[in-house]
């Protein structure tokens, strides 16, 4: 058995990647709560531990090519650079076609499916607050996290409030996922309806594999180790 039971999903996911898809299929956090154990995150959603175990090594055997690479052993100037390049520019590209789709599906749908409404005042919640939270964190704070003369309270004030906007636009995806019913798809929808629910998907799943990066690789970079200075 290649993950044991004990080990936090956090950990899980920055050894084996491939397993994200498996904790985000049963909507086990491996972000904002990625210090769990695997045993606790598993009883809190009600996924028999055994039953887990297996679908993780199911996806770690199933695994082709050379593994991806360690974001925990690349620099943090590369690390900050796939951010960018990578997690930041999807967000960029997709929130502005999202919202107004969200929006239009709302406006032609509300009426049959009154929580088209709600996941659009979410989608609009999350776009206004994700563009707000990408543009601090690439002028202020991985601007100082890579200054040579930073000072170490600003760098730990900056982080401090990464992770709290984190644990935000965590909560606005667990309301667009609890809106958009799991992403489940009626008979009727139209390409406008299919169309916003996958790429909601895909975002949160970028989402939660960004949020992962910075909670778990970049931000333990800059902090003390226990009983340290």
Same mark, same amino acid.
């Given at each position: 058995?290649?993950v044991n039971?004990s080990?936090?999903?956090?950990? #899980?996911?920055?050894?084996?990647?491939e397993?994200?898809?498996?904790f985000q299929? &049963?909507r #086990?956090?491996?972000?904002? +709560?990625g210090? *769990?154990?695997l045993?606790?995150?598993? !009883?809190? +959603?009600?996924?028999p531990?055994?039953?887990l175990?297996?679908?993780? %090594?199911a996806a #770690?055997? $199933?695994?082709?090519?050379p593994a991806?690479?360690?974001? +925990?052993? $690349?620099s943090?100037?590369?690390?900050?650079n796939?951010l960018i390049?990578?997690?930041?520019?999807?967000?960029r590209r997709?929130l502005?076609?999202?919202?107004p789709?969200a929006? !239009?599906?709302?406006r032609v749908?509300? %009426?049959?499916n009154? =929580?088209l409404r709600?996941l659009d005042a979410?989608?609009g919640?999350?776009?206004a607050?994700?563009l707000? &939270?990408?543009? %601090?964190?690439e002028?202020q704070?991985f601007?100082?996290?890579l200054a040579p003369?930073a000072?170490a309270?600003?760098r730990? $004030?900056? *982080?401090?409030?990464? @992770?709290?906007? @984190?644990?935000a636009?965590a909560?606005l *995806?667990?309301? #667009?996922r609890e809106a $958009?019913?799991?992403?489940? *798809?009626?008979?009727?929808?139209?390409?406008s309806?299919?169309a916003?629910?996958?790429?909601?998907e895909?975002?949160?799943r %970028?989402?939660?594999?960004?949020?992962?990066?910075?909670?778990?690789?970049? =931000?333990?970079?800059f902090?003390?180790?226990?009983?340290g200075a």
């Open positions: 058995m290649s039971p080990q936090s999903v956090a950990s #899980i996911v920055l050894d084996h990647s397993c994200a898809q498996v299929r &049963h #086990i956090d491996f972000c904002c +709560r210090e *769990l154990p045993e606790v995150a598993a !009883k809190e +959603r009600g996924v531990v055994d039953s175990l297996s679908e993780l %090594d #770690i055997v $199933a695994r082709r090519g991806p690479a360690s974001w +925990r052993e $690349a943090t100037r590369d690390l900050i796939h390049d990578t997690h930041h520019a999807f967000l997709v502005p076609f999202v919202r789709l929006a !239009k599906v709302a749908h509300g %009426d049959h009154p =929580k709600s979410a989608v919640e999350l776009t607050t994700l707000t &939270h990408l543009d %601090d964190e002028q704070l601007a100082e996290l003369d000072q309270e600003r730990a $004030a900056l *982080l401090a409030a990464m @992770h709290s906007e @984190h644990l636009v909560e *995806l667990r309301r #667009i $958009a019913e799991d992403f489940t *798809l009626p008979e009727w929808a139209c390409r309806y299919t916003l629910f996958g790429e909601l895909a975002l949160e %970028d989402v939660f594999t960004h949020v992962h990066l910075e909670n778990h690789v970049l =931000k333990p970079r902090e003390s180790p226990p009983g």
